[in-house]
């Protein structure tokens, strides 16, 4: 089966740093990708791990471990317009679907 | 930028109508995706296409058809609404079938409402 395990909600204050962390477990795993959703808008794709490691883009930064199906994104510097909802997605090998799960609300506070 | 647009932000319809939701992209992908997004259970994929005329099962099937004639297309079908139905409904799509790691470019989404 597919699995995928993420906290419903985190607070932050503006300029802190946020981990948001993703389990996942699912057949023919070939990547985990992170997307943004803000209330009433379209999820918007924030970043791509392949590989076990760090990818930074900008304030932004996602993070792999293959072996512990394990992934986070890490956001940096806070703002008040990172509220939102952060999906993290993986992508199997069967018709390259992307899988998402719930989501986590993120709430950056003054 | 890629830009997918659905055809309808809101829509309200009643039991038993056959309702369709239309989606466009601009950018020649040849992947196309249905979603609903509800509360608490975030996006399901409903169905998916990486080809004109050419459709597969996602993870909640039931109750729903799509059509695929045109590659920029995309269109999803109820055949007779039913109010378990009423959910937010996105439509993606991404570039080719050979870069499984393309990003999926979402529309802003359709509310359906079945009364």
């Known amino acids: 089966g597919q699995s995928l395990e993420q906290p419903s909600e985190v607070t932050a204050v503006e300029g802190a740093i946020v981990q948001i962390n993703c389990t996942y477990q699912?057949?023919?795993?070939?990547?985990l990708s992170w997307y943004q959703q803000h209330d009433g808008g379209a999820p918007t794709f924030l970043s791509y791990?392949?590989?076990?490691g760090l990818e930074e883009t900008g304030r932004f930064s996602s993070f792999l471990s293959r072996s512990d199906s394990y992934g986070y994104l890490l956001l940096q510097e806070l703002q008040m317009k990172d509220s939102a909802s952060y999906f993290c997605?993986?992508?199997?090998?069967?018709?390259?679907?992307?899988?998402f799960g719930a989501g986590t609300r993120l709430f950056v506070k003054a | 930028d890629v830009k997918v647009t659905q055809s309808s932000r809101y829509l309200v319809k009643r039991t038993g109508e056959k309702v369709f939701l239309e989606c466009v992209q601009d950018m020649d992908h040849e992947n196309m995706f249905w979603y609903r997004q509800d509360p608490g259970l975030g996006l399901r994929l409903i169905y998916f296409s990486y080809d004109v005329k050419m459709k597969e099962k996602g993870d909640i099937p039931e109750g729903y058809s799509v059509s695929r004639e045109k590659k920029e297309r995309f269109s999803l079908i109820l055949e007779s609404a039913s109010t378990n139905q009423t959910s937010m409904y996105l439509c993606?799509?991404?570039?080719?079938?050979?870069?499984?790691?393309?990003?999926?470019?979402f529309g802003n989404g359709t509310r359906l409402t079945v009364t």
């Open positions: 699912t057949s023919g795993f070939y990547g």
């Open positions: 997605a993986p992508g199997n090998t069967g018709g390259f679907k992307t899988i």
């Open positions: 993606a799509s991404s570039l080719s079938a050979d870069s499984i790691n393309s990003p999926l470019h």
């Open positions: 791990n392949a590989l076990d």
